[in-house]
Every structure is written in structure tokens, then in C-alpha cells.
């Protein structure tokens, strides 16, 4: 078994990058805005602590080890869907446990005022800017913790993650089935649940240090 925290967190940006896929063809279209803004506004005020990303290492948040800042580019899309940015991930609160075969864990976080993830935008002068969060949550351990369907939040279904055996491609890349769900801190034109944000962009990644 391999918990080695830096190689599980390899794969789990390809995870994260597919989910784009999945959700800009089922973000709720009929989401309550009101309510959707209101819970926005609570995790946008429970992330602001981690506006300086020292405070994010010092609460256990790594860096993709790749030093990948994902665009709508590396997932295929056109690149005015726009970026995530950099993802800093919490791996306690994801709960990896295993690489091999799958990435594979028991996480079943779901508080996105405490999130498992961070996302970050490079800027021109190597800093970074907090831009949203994000969680990830392993079907097996969701399901037999006792629950029925997938996560929700403000009544939109988190992205559901697995690989088709009837493909050629791997829809989960390398990750047991899991579901995943962002929340942009800075304002989204296409929807705040949504997984790019159009205004995000990684021009600066090579700034960045």
C-alpha cells in the first residue's frame, strides 16, 4: 500500500480536471440563486483565513506535487471555459489511503467551510490568489457510511467519478469511483458550483514560486 501523500495527489487532478466535464452538463440550471449566494457567502467567509497560503501549509495543505496550474485546455474545453488554478489539498481530510491500483481512500468530508481542497490563481508577481475550494469524497466510503445518492449542496448533486470498463478511456483516471463538487470564492459568470471559472487564469503560473 502506498500512502505516500504526494504520489496519491498525482492522479487526483486528473480526477478533478474530468469533473469539469461532468458538471458543465449537469450544474443545476434551475439552482435557487438566493440560496446558492447565501451559502457562497458562508464558505467564502469560513475560507478567507486561507487567503494567505502560509496558513494553508500550516493546517496540513500540500501543493500538486506536478506543479500543474489546470486550465480548460488540459481537460480538452475551450479555453474560454477559463482555469481552476492550482489545487492545495488537505489529504487527511480526504482520506487517501491507497494509489495502487486506484486511488482509493475513506474520505467522506463534505464541510466546505473547512475544505479538503484549496484552489489558487497565479498572479504576475509570483503570489497566489485564493480563488475557491473544493471536496472529494470516496463513493465506497460515502455508501456505507449510510447514505443513498451523492453528496448535495444547496440541492445540486455532487460530480459522480468512475471508470466505464466498456471504454478505452479511464473516466475516473486512476481513482476509485468518487463524487467531487466545487465553490467559487471569486465571483463566476458561468455559476459559482460550476468547476471553471472563466475569470481564473493560469498566465502566471510560471511566477509563481
Known amino acids: 500500500m502506498n500512502t505516500n501523500p504526494c504520489t496519491a495527489s498525482v492522479p487526483l487532478i486528473a480526477a478533478l480536471m474530468v469533473a469539469t466535464i461532468v458538471g458543465l452538463s449537469t450544474a443545476g440550471a434551475h439552482e435557487g440563486h438566493h440560496d446558492v449566494a447565501k451559502a457562497v457567502d458562508a464558505i467564502r467567509a469560513a475560507a478567507a483565513r486561507y487567503a494567505d497560503v502560509n496558513v494553508a501549509l500550516a493546517e496540513g495543505f500540500i501543493p500538486d506535487p506536478s ?6 485546455a488540459m481537460a480538452g474545453l475551450p479555453a474560454e471555459v477559463g482555469a481552476m488554478g492550482i489545487h492545495y489539498m488537505n489529504m487527511a481530510r480526504l482520506g487517501v489511503t491507497t494509489d495502487t491500483p486506484r486511488v482509493d481512500g475513506h474520505g467522506i468530508h463534505t464541510d466546505f467551510r473547512e475544505p479538503a481542497i484549496l484552489l489558487y490563481e497565479p498572479q504576475a508577481d509570483g503570489s497566489l490568489e485564493l480563488v475557491g475550494v473544493e471536496n472529494l469524497v470516496f463513493e465506497k466510503a460515502w455508501l456505507a457510511a449510510g447514505h443513498d445518492g451523492p453528496p448535495k449542496l444547496v440541492g445540486r448533486d455532487w460530480d459522480h467519478m468512475a471508470d466505464d470498463p ?6 475516473a483516471h486512476g481513482f476509485e469511483p468518487h463524487f467531487d463538487h466545487h465553490v467559487w ?8 458550483l460550476m468547476p ?3 475569470t481564473v487564469t493560469c498566465a502566471h503560473a510560471h511566477h509563481t514560486h
Request: with cysteine; hydrophobic share 25%; aromatic share 4%.
Open 67 to 72: 506543479g500543474h496550474c489546470v486550465d480548460a
Open 166 to 171: 466498456a471504454t478505452q478511456g479511464d473516466e
Open 185 to 192: 470564492l471569486r465571483k463566476n459568470p458561468a455559476g459559482d
Open 196 to 198: 471553471f471559472n472563466p
